[in-house]
């Protein structure tokens, strides 16, 4: 397959700012790509090669870019660099310069979409001494095939800038209306791609089996399944209503969420992003190793820093320590952990996802052999509000952060990748005003002035909407920033950097600089109010209003371990927002 298909369904893509286009253009494009290279055409439109898990990136610093540019163009570094600055697109100045190029393009070979797939994936497997001069060469080696266009593409793939907006879902959508058609096509290909988080071999099973080796898409060891979500409430007797008066209370530990997988003796664990935090965690590996009584796994827990000494459990902040590259054995003295596990969705060859969840906690509690450093989450059968009420004071009591609720019911499966009714968190903070955090997605900012010159005065942060996979903006932000965080904050947000607002921000405020949805932050409100200017679930309580959280403050907390989709959604903040009207209510009652 040639290369310039793609990057004229680049092309298409990027002039579009509407969903259902982009979709269009995408389906398109998966047409017209052969089976042999299906799952790579997937894995390249994301800017990727391989599903995020398995950690493998293509790293290539700008600065080599723009020496492989050199070589390939003939221009000086200088002079790519002073073109840059003026595009502020290294993929636009490749596209510009390649097509200066003097020497004709008349012996060169044409690209194929093989080629390159191959190339950048040596490229980001080489390392070690001499990796810069092999890289530079490959990378030169295709873009002197290149035409200017597809240098440009070439380019944005391998400095991480595709930027094409394409969403894991619109790439489910597309492959649904590719090979299925139909609603039902929809959901068992989402299915899918919620137990293997892999949507290059979602993509070639679809494209080679259809339907029928869609359905029958297995759980497997070492693809980790997408985490199923809690929905929230604040009153023990409404979340007995919604169980239809009994449930499963569970303590709700603070901790860090860990995909166990095993299988031979090998563990790997994931991070709520799954990402592969098994470096993080050599002791954990080893209670996994050592006390699941199973040949194969794959396990919930959730991991807690504790005192080994009193037993008793410490702040969820104890587990930063952990994420260092270098020094790992030292946190691990100082920082020790226990496992609280807390689910079971597969266990010697037995996908148990689709199963309720008493029989999930049946097989969990037959293959850990517990003991202080792990064991099964502490829970209790509830069927009347008081007894939830004291079960959540001995949670807090014992230096949990409440209890997850969870259904008993036949139909409390394990639901991948969703945020369900199935499970409800009932947290001391709901009781009150807002005083509960939200995490919010930095998708703008604004200039500093006086004291701030230099760094960003207010971010303006955004909501996650589902249904139409966008970022809404709900508050503008520029309290709770200490010096250090705002250092931090300009560095951290500098990659990120777009020259327009991302097709899926939707903002009536003009920022001054705009950046791709990336980094998410947790921040403290103080209410929530309907609001003419902000879009967070805009049209659902009034029309023409959206709603907006008032006296916005930063925690502190950079939430790295969750992906913008995983932000508070714009449903969550109308349910908060019900919630809070009926305290206010209920207080102002005689
Ligand atoms: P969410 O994960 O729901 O998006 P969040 O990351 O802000 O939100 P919380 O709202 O505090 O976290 O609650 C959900 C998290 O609680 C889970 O992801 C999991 O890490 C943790 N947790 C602790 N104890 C349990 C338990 N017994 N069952 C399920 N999850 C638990």
């Not at 499963?248 to 592969?276: C, M, P, T, W």
């Amino acid at each position: 397959m040639d290369y310039s298909v793609i990057a004229d369904s680049y092309e298409k893509i990027e002039a579009t700012t509407k969903r259902l286009e982009m979709t269009d253009y995408l389906v398109d494009l998966l047409s017209k790509t052969p089976k042999e290279v299906f799952s790579k055409v997937v894995y390249l439109t994301q800017g990727k090669l391989y599903p995020d898990f398995m950690g493998v990136e293509m790293g290539v610093a700008e600065k080599l870019a723009i020496r492989a540019l050199a070589r390939a163009s003939g221009q000086s570094e200088s002079a790519i660099l002073a073109d840059l600055q003026r595009s502020g697109d290294i993929g636009e100045t490749s596209e510009k310069l390649l097509a200066k190029r003097k020497q004709s393009t008349f012996f060169s070979v044409k690209l194929t979409v093989e080629r390159v797939y191959e190339t950048l994936d040596k490229l980001a497997k080489t390392q070690g001494s001499g990796a810069v001069d092999t890289k530079l060469a490959l990378l030169s080696g295709l873009l002197s095939d290149a035409t200017p266009k597809e240098a440009k593409w070439l380019i944005r793939t391998v400095t991480g800038n595709l930027r094409l907006g394409i969403a894991d879902m619109t790439v489910l959508d597309a492959l649904a209306i590719a090979y299925g058609g139909g609603k039902d096509a929809r959901e068992l290909i989402e299915r899918a791609y919620n137990i293997s988080s892999d949507l290059g071999r979602v993509a070639s099973v679809v494209c080679e089996k259809g339907l029928d080796g869609i359905k029958k898409f297995q759980v497997m060891v070492f693809e980790p399944i997408r985490p199923m979500l809690a929905e929230r409430l604040g009153a023990p007797e409404e979340i007995l209503e919604k169980f239809g008066g009994k449930c499963i209370a569970e303590y709700k530990y603070d901790g860090e969420r860990v995909q166990a997988h095993k299988k031979n003796g090998k563990v790997v664990l994931f991070s709520r992003r799954l990402e592969n935090i098994s470096d993080q965690y050599p002791d954990a590996v080893d209670l996994i190793r050592e006390q699941v009584a199973a040949n194969e796994a794959i396990l919930e827990a959730e991991c807690v820093a504790v005192d080994l000494e009193t037993g008793d459990m410490r702040p969820f902040q104890e587990l930063m320590h952990r994420r260092r590259k270098y020094g790992v054995e030292a946190a691990i003295e100082q920082y020790p952990i226990s496992l609280f596990t807390f689910d079971a969705l597969y266990v010697d060859g037995k996908d148990l996802t689709q199963e309720a969840f008493p029989l999930r906690r049946k097989s969990l509690e037959k293959i850990i052999k517990q003991s202080d450093r792990i064991k099964p989450a502490t829970q209790k059968l509830i069927t009347n509000p008081k007894a939830l009420e004291d079960f959540f004071e001995e949670a807090i009591e014992e230096g949990c952060e409440g209890l997850m609720c969870k259904s008993v019911g036949k139909d409390s499966v394990y639901q991948a990748g969703s945020r369900g009714w199935l499970w409800i968190k009932y947290k001391r903070d709901y009781r009150s005003e807002m005083t509960d955090t939200v995490d919010l997605v930095v998708v703008g900012a604004f200039h500093g002035r006086g004291k701030r010159v230099g760094t960003y005065g207010a971010l303006l942060l955004a909501t996650y909407n589902e249904e139409n996979d966008t970022f809404e903006t709900v508050t503008k932000c520029g309290t709770g920033f200490t010096d250090k965080d705002l250092a931090t904050l300009r560095d951290m947000m500098q990659k990120h950097v777009i020259p327009r607002k991302n097709s899926r921000v939707q903002s009536m405020l003009e920022a001054d600089v705009w950046f791709e949805p990336a980094v998410v932050l947790e921040i403290l409100g103080a209410e929530i109010t309907l609001s003419p200017i902000h879009m967070a679930a805009m049209d659902s309580i009034r029309k023409g209003s959206g709603l907006a959280i008032r006296f916005p403050r930063f925690t502190g907390k950079y939430r790295t371990d969750k992906a913008p989709e995983d932000a508070t959604t714009s449903k969550e903040i109308v349910e908060m927002y019900r919630g809070q009207l009926k305290k206010i209510g209920e207080s102002t009652q005689p």
